[in-house]
């Protein structure tokens, strides 16, 4: 059974604080990707790595990095979070090709 | 690049009917294509993808490359289909999703 591991349910910072979102996936997959999820706008998605130590802007990249030192862990850095970066962040893992993608359970970050 | 569009925002039907959700892409390669769902309180989850050609809960879904549609179907509709429902391409290393679709299936 494929687990994939947000570190946070719910999250509340202040803004220009650094915010630190972990992933962590025991399957093995290359892949690893951040979404953020937000009503009427779908999943976006803000980075991907597709081996260890390699990261791939996605569509929102702004205002955020990601780090991949381990095959297992992915980590999604705000630099210095905003009230607009107040959503729901979602990570997943997969293999690559036609194959699923797995999700975490998504924390939901709160910039005050 | 490539990009998933779900033009409805929301899907209201009554149970016993049928429901179709509409997914339109746009990819310059090969594309690999997906439904996922997520129903209250739970993970998103893999519903079906083309490749396979399986009916997955009673949904099918068609890959239409002259259309660049991926519409999902389903003849008829269960109050257990409520759900959020999401499109996606794969693209070499990319996994891009649609903006969903809510569905409310009415007793």
């Known amino acids: 059974d494929v687990k994939v591991t947000q570190s946070s349910r719910y999250l509340v910072k202040r803004t220009g604080e650094k915010v630190f979102l972990e992933c962590v996936q025991d399957?093995?997959?290359?892949?690893m990707f951040w979404y953020r999820q937000d009503p009427g706008l779908g999943l976006r998605l803000i980075y991907f790595?597709?081996?260890?130590?390699?990261?791939e802007k996605g569509d929102i990249p702004e205002g955020y990095s990601v780090s991949r030192e381990k095959k297992e862990r992915f980590s999604l850095i705000l630099e210095s979070a905003s009230t607009n970066q107040t959503s729901m962040y979602l990570c997943?893992?997969?293999?690559?090709?036609?194959?699923?993608?797995?999700f975490g359970q998504g924390t939901r970050l709160t910039v005050v | 690049a490539q990009r998933v569009t779900q033009p409805e925002k929301l899907l209201s039907v009554f149970k016993g009917a049928p429901v179709e959700l509409k997914c339109n892409y746009s990819?310059?390669?090969?594309?690999?294509l997906f439904w996922y769902v997520q129903y209250s309180r739970q993970r998103l989850q893999l519903l079906l993808r083309?490749?396979s050609r399986e009916s997955i809960k009673g949904f099918t879904a068609d890959l239409n490359k002259g259309e660049t549609s991926f519409h999902l179907k389903k003849p008829f509709a269960q109050e257990e289909d409520s759900a959020m429902y999401y499109c996606?391409?794969?693209?070499?290393?990319?996994?891009?999703f649609g903006a969903g679709t809510t569905v409310t299936v009415r007793a």
């Open positions: 083309h490749i």
């Open positions: 997943a893992s997969g293999l690559t090709g036609n194959t699923e993608a797995f």
């Open positions: 399957m093995d997959h290359e892949n």
């Open positions: 996606a391409l794969r693209g070499d290393y990319k996994l891009s």
């Open positions: 990819y310059s390669g090969s594309p690999e």
């Open positions: 790595s597709y081996d260890v130590k390699m990261k």
